[in-house]
């Protein structure tokens, strides 16, 4: 194997092993502790605070990617930085030494990238790998990445429940109560990789080409053009509700429902969605008691359990269920209707058309009634009458006529 950076003292590992993963996020970033006397305890810390604690303790644990709130949830998040997959070699016939060489000789750079870091967390192992900070959007090959990663190694222990955006992971220096031992670094190096080029290497059935292809499309292309879909589907209820200030009663119900059927697909994680279902029925000025969101609400997790489509709604379908009127569809990424989409048509070609007169050199036409009207304002300022600024800007006299009443009315001249 290769010969990995060794840090030694546990203070110096956790700080930096926390500037490694975190040396340019701007976001929040969880931190949590479990313990006998208060359970699962969470913070929300900007980077310099949170290298201020003390992770000498036990089962403390920090998120790698960041939010843009103190709220650890799917549509809050803002800085993808790591890709990871927990091993968890207590189940599995094999010893941690054992697995390191076979990874080292058979799968990195195989069939997959050569981790950044590497972590000993005590029963199990922590594969790291540094991404170039990556905006939210990009969740879905994020997530794409982490289902190949952990489909090359479940034979090794990867935690199927380990594989969301939120996950928090053991901190070096601090100590895993099970195993009564310290999670330690045991290999680190200087890779920083782009999702992209993880998709090319890895996983060239992502490539934009695929798309082009007829027929039916590759199961793996399929889940991750689906979880696109769920993306945007759960960061649309989430405005929706903001829209609305929290007030969303009529709707409650089905919002929630929804927000948990979604949750469910995108992360393969029922316990997740749950908890954060809960999360957002917190923030409603009236909230349903948990009892009655669970009983309100489990259906979804039933129809996702069975791999049932029977919730697969059309936009249309949204639209008329949350009532979403034509003002809140132009904030929604997805849920949106025909006239709405016509209109973004209208104006990305609009766009796109003076992004062409631009690269020409040439000006669009507001650009060009601009410019005329300055140069009318400054020929009326030097005293000319209409005619003969009509035959020095080689103008009509209806527009000079319009442009002048336009300057007068603005109070332009």
């Given at each position: ?54 992770f000498d303790k036990e089962d403390t ?48 750079n195989k069939i997959i990238p050569e ?299």
């Amino acid at each position: 194997m290769k010969e990995a950076i060794e840090i030694v003292d546990n203070t110096i590992e956790s700080k930096e092993y926390i500037q490694d993963v975190h040396n340019k996020s701007k976001g929040w970033i969880t931190n949590v502790n479990i313990t006998k006397e208060n359970g699962f305890r969470q913070w929300h810390y900007t980077l310099d605070d949170l290298l201020k604690l003390d992770f000498d303790k036990e089962d403390t644990y920090i998120s790698l990617n960041t939010f843009y709130k103190p709220m650890r949830r799917i549509e809050t998040i803002k800085e993808l930085n790591c890709s990871f997959i927990d091993l968890d070699i207590y189940k599995t016939k094999f010893t941690k030494t054992q697995i390191l060489m076979n990874l080292e000789d058979n799968y990195y750079n195989k069939i997959i990238p050569e981790p950044s870091i590497t972590l000993d967390t005590g029963r199990g192992l922590l594969l790291i790998w540094k991404l170039e900070q990556t905006p939210y959007m990009a969740l879905p090959l994020w997530k794409a990445i982490q289902e190949h990663l952990y489909r090359q190694l479940k034979v090794f222990g990867a935690d199927r429940m380990a594989l969301d955006a939120t996950r928090v992971l053991r901190v070096p220096g601090s100590i895993n109560s099970k195993s009564g031992t310290r999670v330690k670094v045991i290999a680190k190096y200087d890779y920083v990789y782009s999702l992209r080029e993880i998709q090319r290497e890895f996983l060239p059935e992502l490539n934009e080409t695929s798309k082009k292809k007829k027929g039916r499309p590759k199961k793996v292309v399929y889940v991750h053009r689906e979880r696109s879909l769920y993306q945007g589907r759960i960061l649309d209820i989430v405005k929706l509700c903001e829209l609305r200030n929290y007030d969303v009663e009529g709707q409650r119900e089905i919002i929630l429902f929804l927000y948990r059927y979604y949750l469910c697909y995108f992360y393969e994680d029922e316990e997740k969605a749950l908890d954060d279902t809960i999360e957002l029925n917190n923030t409603f000025i009236k909230p349903l008691a948990i009892k009655e969101l669970t009983r309100a609400t489990e259906s979804a997790e039933k129809v996702f359990k069975s791999k049932n489509k029977q919730y697969k709604y059309k936009n249309d379908t949204l639209i008329e269920l949350l009532d979403i009127n034509e003002y809140e569809q132009t904030h929604m990424k997805v849920i949106i209707g025909k006239e709405e989409y016509k209109r973004r048509d209208r104006e990305y070609q609009k766009n796109r058309y003076n992004q062409k007169l631009e690269e020409k050199g040439k000006m669009t036409e507001k650009e060009k009634i601009s410019r005329r009207r300055e140069k009318i304002k400054a020929l009326l300022a030097e005293g000319l009458l209409q005619k003969d600024i009509c035959k020095t800007l080689n103008i009509s006299k209806r527009n000079c006529i319009r442009d002048i009443k336009y300057l007068k009315e603005h109070g332009l001249i």
